[in-house]
């Protein structure tokens, strides 16, 4: 090519110049899933099935609703949400007008009873809250029956990922100037991606078995598809007493361990505008590497992690508190074989002039007592 006046580097031949490029390239988000870090130090155990369960105990509930007014002081008969919370003797505290009845008798959603024991009847509201205290049987009385509830069963499922990655054969023998190659740069990348995915399903994911061809498909239910209580929407501004009251539902169960929460990036500038004295930063081997803000509440502690992938106008407002001690990663194997996160080489078809490899993993979220673990909605500021 003819070049008319000084040679520059606009119209010398591109390929003659050196190439100032950085001997390493960056990677993007190298570590986003502490979801899984700190379930599978909580705890892993192998399924031996695509679909596991779990069983369920709950206390005896202590609370209901009248599903009626009862405009008299001397009506006995008194209608509630749930008969068969209540027991003969039975001693039921009205929680708005501070009347104690005492249960003569339960048919259906039907309570007989005892007004103004130790106490003055008043009127109940349709809707008043009920609180079983306790039982008082009368002296030298037989013993009342006995009553239990049965456990219930919980499952989910496992779900496959599989993330492949490959090169041509030409490209994977060719020398490259940035490092690392392309091959372990796949490998490193595609190993962040398949991460991610386990992340993402186990926090957002709803579970389900279908039929798309003549093998079936199943997804794993997330956290948030588990947790239906302890539900708050702070609806703007995160405040203290806001924060608190939330801790105050599902902390109760914590056993004075601490818990986790996860939280978006609005929800951790949120909780750093709380008063320093109730934070503390560490980064040490017990907390697996990550950076844990710990703070203290009236209610209990809480190790607070960044979670990146809570973003977008919906989960960028999120805080998820959650009970360790209730969550387990589950990967599907046997004592002859284990399907957790492993890569899977020659995975090309035999005749290509190429070599691809895949991360595969089966695995689900097992999920225990939804009233242990709590979520902060709607968090701006």
């Given at each position: 090519m003819s070049v008319t006046g000084p040679m520059s580097t606009t119209n010398v031949l591109s390929d003659q110049l050196a190439i100032d490029l950085s001997d390493k390239i960056k990677m993007l988000e190298p570590s986003s899933q502490p979801l899984a870090v700190w379930s599978r130090a909580a705890e892993t155990?192998?399924?031996?099935?695509?679909?596991?369960?779990?069983?369920?105990?709950?206390?005896?509930?202590?609370?209901?609703t009248t599903s009626g007014a009862v405009a008299s002081t001397t009506v006995t008969a008194i209608p509630?949400?749930?008969?068969?919370?209540?027991?003969?003797?039975?001693?039921?505290?009205?929680?708005?007008?501070?009347?104690?009845?005492?249960?003569?008798?339960?048919?259906?959603?039907?309570?007989?009873?005892?007004?103004?024991?130790?106490?003055?009847?008043?009127?109940?509201?349709?809707?008043?809250?009920?609180?079983?205290?306790?039982?008082?049987?009368?002296?030298?009385?037989?013993?009342?029956d006995a009553r239990s509830n049965n456990p219930s069963k919980v499952g989910n499922y496992t779900q496959i990922f599989r993330t492949p990655?490959?090169?041509?054969?030409?490209?994977?023998?060719?020398?490259?100037q940035a490092s690392p190659a392309e091959w372990p740069?796949?490998?490193l990348d595609k190993g962040i991606e398949h991460a991610k995915d386990l992340e993402l399903s186990f926090i957002l994911g709803r579970k389900s078995a279908t039929t798309p061809g003549s093998q079936e498909s199943r997804t794993t239910g997330g956290i948030l598809s588990f947790i239906t209580t302890n539900q708050t929407d702070a609806g703007g501004d995160l405040s203290e007493a806001e924060f608190n009251a939330w801790m105050a539902q599902f902390a109760?169960?914590?056993?004075?361990?601490?818990?986790?929460?996860?939280?978006s990036t609005t929800a951790v500038s949120a909780l750093n505008k709380f008063p320093a004295s109730k934070q503390q930063t560490k980064n040490d081997e017990t907390t697996y590497g990550?950076?844990?803000?710990?703070?203290?509440?009236?209610?209990?502690?809480?190790?607070?992690?960044?979670h990146p992938l809570l973003e977008g106008t919906k989960y960028g407002g999120y805080l998820i508190g959650l009970n360790m001690d209730q969550?387990?990663?589950?990967?599907?194997?046997?004592?002859?074989?284990?399907?957790?996160?492993?890569v899977l080489n020659n995975r090309q078809a035999p005749d290509a002039d190429a070599k691809k490899s895949e991360y595969l993993?089966?695995?689900?979220?097992?999920?225990?007592?939804?009233?242990?673990?709590?979520?902060l909605t709607g968090i701006t500021s």
């Open positions: 155990r192998k399924t031996i099935a695509t679909k596991f369960n779990w069983l369920e105990s709950r206390s005896k509930a202590r609370f209901d509630v949400s749930h008969g068969s919370y209540f027991q003969q003797w039975d001693q039921v505290l009205n929680t708005r007008t501070g009347e104690q009845m005492r249960v003569d008798a339960v048919i259906g959603d039907t309570l007989t009873v005892t007004r103004g024991i130790g106490s003055t009847a008043a009127n109940l509201n349709s809707g008043d809250e009920l609180y079983i205290i306790g039982s008082a049987q009368p002296e030298g009385d037989t013993s009342k990655f490959e090169v041509t054969e030409s490209l994977d023998a060719s020398s490259f740069r796949q490998m109760r169960y914590s056993s004075g361990q601490a818990l986790l929460a996860l939280a990550m950076s844990v803000t710990h703070y203290t509440s009236p209610f209990g502690s809480l190790n607070l992690v960044y969550i387990a990663y589950r990967p599907l194997g046997n004592d002859q074989k284990s399907r957790d996160t492993k993993t089966e695995a689900g979220l097992e999920f225990g007592l939804t009233e242990k673990h709590g979520v």
